[in-house]
């Protein structure tokens, strides 16, 4: 817990040549920040642009031996009072493929420092973020899609910073289980979650080589909605549609009305299917689907012209005949 007595002592650790912009490096080698990721929820996964939103804590924890903690005599881990956020070297950690994000800050700022017994820094802060996810929608409503959450820093290069997750065997915060935990049972509307995997690379830019960490998200979606939404309907039409092959052939009113009627029904399925799925330059497993049962619905007022016809000729020939 914060005290005032540990603000008092703050500034007595701090060197006087200490640079809070400069990573704490040791011998040359680049210091390692450990991220944990607790998931509170995901949900709001859209097609229409392409993103998803997350409500996550995110832990950093790293070392810093240039101050002289020492002197804290820590038996507790304890909180930092809030001008360490300032004094302090801290991860310029950042999220590539974000739109936009929020620090929530209702009664104050939900983010924190704290120093453990072993002399290891650990900052929580808690976000809400919509991310970027570039879908595949082929197989829609079909389909699996696999989302990345990216974690990466703004200045430090990978030659002075490395990010690794909290589940690696040189990890001081392995103890805490998965890299990346899911604190609630997360059950999206339209699709099913699986547990996010995470993994690290070093990416290669103009500027220099960069530490990343990236958190997999798979979203499998439900059928409920299409069958009943899409699916059914459309099959019930076109067997209404087939109803026509056991009306009189000459009952020309019900039978046009009836091919017509199913015609435009699926044509208002098709047009409402694809205002849920943003407006993509390919065919979808639904638009296949549709275009498929206003194959059989056309083929079915086709066949009834066929039918027409032909009666209308026997009977001008048996005329013939009888008048012969």
Known sequence: MYNVELDRSWMNIIPTDYDNYAPPLVDGKPVTIYINLEIMDVDEIREQTMDFRMFFFLNAYWTDPRLKLEVLNLTLSKILPPSADDTLWVPDLMFDNTKWGYLFQYSIPNTFILITKDLIFRKSTRYSFRVACPMDLHRYPLDIQDCVFKIGLLKNTAEKVRLEWCDVDSSPCKYLGPSIALMEDIQPLKHEMKVPKP?????????????????????????????LNVYLPSTLVVTMSWLSFWLD???????????????????????????????????????????????????????????????????????????I
């Open 199 to 227: 993994r690290s690379k070093i990416e290669v830019w103009t500027t220099g080589n960069y530490s990343y960490l990236y958190a997999k998200f798979t979203f499998i979606r439900r059928l409920t909605g299409s069958i």
């Open 249 to 323: 052939v000459n009952a020309v009113p019900a039978r046009v009305t009836l091919g017509v009627t199913s015609l435009l029904t699926i044509i208002t399925q098709m047009l409402q299917s694809r205002s849920y799925t943003p407006p993509v330059d390919y065919v979808k497993a639904v638009d296949i689907w549709l275009l498929a049962c206003m194959f059989f619905v056309t083929a079915s007022l086709i066949e009834y012209a066929f039918a027409l016809q032909s009666v209308e000729f026997k009977e001008k020939v048996s005329l013939n005949v009888l008048v």
